[in-house]
């Protein structure tokens, strides 16, 4: 009998599939794909745009048929709901982007919350009792929101250009007594923060506006820009300008994507691979 050459697709190959729309412009497929073959998984990652209304079968049925993936903007919430066992992180911010089976139940993690962790760690090390400041509350700043309650900061300002939302986001936190809003900049002047962190979407597109001006607030400790784009963010690159430790969002794409692997092949994820694949 014939063996397969390493890396070749087999009966045996498990699909692990990118649900969102768009998906092209997506990373993913490159640093996973590298890592597969690195780790000799027998897997293929392939980005598939669709619909939310399909997203529930999508997901189920791929997970059943020994597959697993992950998911992207816009479907991440119906994502939380079309699984069958949900991590804290998927109950905590209703988001889920990563699921796959285990013992004949789909299982659903939101690994971005393993991702801004480990990119606030590889930035400024442990941040308990940090006061960070973090811009946006969306999808992202739930993720950020709950990898800091995790981690014991002393306090999380939340400034978002719709007050509304940042009230939802705090509602969606009831453990969270260090989260406060702030209604607008002028509220922060003298204001000193160890982290600010961008989780707004301002900064994709190279016409934006910066997020923050950093000469708002009396000082910054360092900048999270959980955005990424080609060549960094402007919002980094100004940071970096003002002497502020600054990293862009590709730390946390690396570190979610890192753990979603773990869940997908229960093996440590071979992260260098990762790193030089994203480079
Ligand atoms: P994500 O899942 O990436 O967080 P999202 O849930 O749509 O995406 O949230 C986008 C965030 O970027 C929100 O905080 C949004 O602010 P609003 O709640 O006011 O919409 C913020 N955002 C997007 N465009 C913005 C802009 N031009 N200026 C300021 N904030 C903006």
Redesign the pocket.
């Known amino acids: 009998m014939n063996s397969a050459p390493p890396g070749a697709i087999t009966p045996a190959t498990r699909l692990i599939a990118l649900l969102g729309d768009p998906v092209s412009h997506s990373l993913s497929p490159r640093f996973q794909n590298a890592a597969f073959r690195a780790a000799g998984v027998d897997g293929v990652y392939l980005a598939l745009r669709c619909s939310g209304a399909d997203v529930p079968g999508l997901l189920r049925g791929i997970a059943r048929a020994g597959g697993g993936g992950n998911v992207t903007?816009p479907h991440?919430a119906v994502a939380a709901e079309s699984v069958e066992l949900r991590t804290s992180a998927v109950e905590r911010t209703g988001a889920c982007n990563t699921f796959w089976l285990e013992d004949g139940k789909v299982c659903g993690d939101n690994t971005d919350v393993a991702g801004v962790r480990a990119a606030i760690r590889a930035l400024i090390g442990d941040p308990a009792g940090a006061r960070v400041l973090l811009v946006?509350?969306?999808?992202?700043?739930r993720g950020a929101v709950a990898a800091l309650l995790d981690d014991d900061v002393a306090s999380i300002h939340l400034l978002?250009?719709?007050p509304a939302?940042a009230r939802d986001l705090v509602e969606a936190f009831p453990e969270g007594s260090a989260l406060g809003i702030v209604t607008g900049v002028a509220e922060l002047r003298g204001e000193r923060f160890d982290l600010v962190i961008n989780?707004?979407?301002?900064g994709l597109h190279p016409g934006d506006?910066l997020?923050f001006e950093f000469d708002t607030v009396g000082g910054v400790g360092a900048a999270l820009d959980l955005v990424y784009a080609p060549g960094e963010t402007r919002w980094v690159r100004e940071a970096r300008a003002a002497g502020i430790p600054a990293a862009d969002g590709i730390e946390m794409l690396l570190h979610q994507g890192a753990a979603a692997f773990e869940r997908w092949w229960s093996r440590p994820a071979p992260l260098e691979v990762m790193r030089a694949a994203l480079s």
């Open positions: 903007v991440k946006g509350a969306g999808g992202a700043a978002n250009r719709t939302r989780a707004t979407s301002v506006p997020p």
